[in-house]
C-alpha cells in the first residue's frame, strides 16, 4: 500500500528565511499531488495543485516542486512571515475523486 | 469556512453509545466526505458520497456508518461508540466539475471525545 511521510519533526524558521517541507511517497506516482494549509481548530485550506507532468509551481511567496524520479514533493515558503505559522499537508491523488494525506509539518516561524 | 458547516463541534460520550455527526454544505457541491484526524496519522477517509444515491466506503469505515439525506447534508454515525474513535472529524465537499483537481472544502471539524 502507499505510504506517505512528511518532514517528521517540526519546523521553526525565522522570520524572513525560507521555509522548505517535504512530502515523501512510496510505490507508484500519483496523478497529482496538493498542498493544504491547517491552523489550530479548523479545517484544512486547499493551496496549491501540482500535476505529475509539471516540474514546479508558484503562487505568491509558495513554491512547490514534483519530482517524480526521487518520489517527493517540496514546499517552500519564502520571505516567511510569522502568520505563516500553521500545519501543512500533503496530499496525493491517483484518481479523481480520493485524497490521501501526510501527516503534516507544523511551522512556527519566529518575529 | 462557513460553506461547510458540522454540529456539533465538540462532543463527549460514553462508551456503547450511539451518536451522529451532521454536515451541511452551501456550496452546491455534489461530492462529500468523512475524515478523521488523529496526532501522527493525517487525515484518514471514513466515507465518500457521490451523490445522494452514491456512498462509498473509504479505508476505515468499521464501526462507522454515513447518511446523504440530501445534496447538502451528508451525516456520519457511530452506531456503538468505542475510546479508540476519539479524533477529530472532518466533513469536506467538492465539485465533481473541477475535474482533475478535486479541491476539497472542509468544516471547521468536530472533536469527539468516548469515555
Known amino acids: 500500500s502507499q505510504k506517505i511521510e512528511q518532514n517528521s519533526e517540526a519546523l521553526n524558521i525565522q522570520e524572513g528565511k525560507t521555509a522548505t517541507l517535504t512530502c515523501n511517497y512510496t510505490?507508484?506516482?500519483?496523478?497529482?499531488l496538493q498542498w493544504y494549509r491547517q491552523d489550530p481548530g479548523r479545517g484544512p485550506v486547499f493551496l496549491l495543485l501540482?500535476?505529475?507532468?509539471?516540474k514546479e509551481k508558484r503562487k505568491e511567496r509558495l513554491k512547490v516542486t514534483f519530482d517524480t524520479t526521487l518520489k517527493q514533493s517540496l514546499f517552500h515558503i519564502t520571505a516567511s512571515q510569522p502568520a505563516d505559522s500553521a500545519t501543512y499537508l500533503c496530499?496525493?491523488?491517483?484518481?479523481?475523486?480520493?485524497?490521501?494525506f501526510g501527516a503534516g509539518t507544523t511551522v512556527t516561524v519566529r518575529a | 469556512d462557513a460553506d461547510v458547516t458540522q454540529t456539533p463541534r465538540n462532543r463527549i460520550t460514553k462508551t456503547g453509545k450511539r451518536i451522529m455527526l451532521e454536515c451541511s454544505q452551501t456550496?452546491?457541491?455534489?461530492?462529500m466526505y468523512w475524515y478523521r484526524q488523529d496526532p501522527g496519522l493525517g487525515l484518514r477517509l471514513i466515507y465518500y458520497?457521490?451523490?445522494?444515491?452514491?456512498?462509498n466506503k473509504g479505508e476505515i469505515s468499521d464501526g462507522y456508518s454515513v447518511s446523504r439525506q440530501a445534496q447538502a447534508k451528508f451525516s456520519l454515525s457511530l452506531e456503538s461508540a468505542i475510546p479508540n474513535q476519539t479524533a477529530l472529524y472532518f466533513c469536506?465537499?467538492?465539485?465533481?466539475?473541477?475535474?482533475?483537481?478535486?479541491?476539497?472544502?472542509f468544516g471547521p471539524g468536530t472533536r469527539l471525545t468516548v469515555l
Open positions: 456550496k452546491g457541491h455534489d461530492r
Open positions: 496530499a496525493l491523488a491517483w484518481d479523481d475523486y480520493k485524497l490521501s
Open positions: 458520497s457521490f451523490d445522494v444515491k452514491d456512498i
Open positions: 469536506a465537499t467538492s465539485d465533481k466539475a473541477q475535474r482533475g483537481t478535486n479541491e476539497q472544502f
Open positions: 510505490n507508484y506516482s500519483p496523478a497529482y
Open positions: 501540482i500535476r505529475e507532468n509539471e
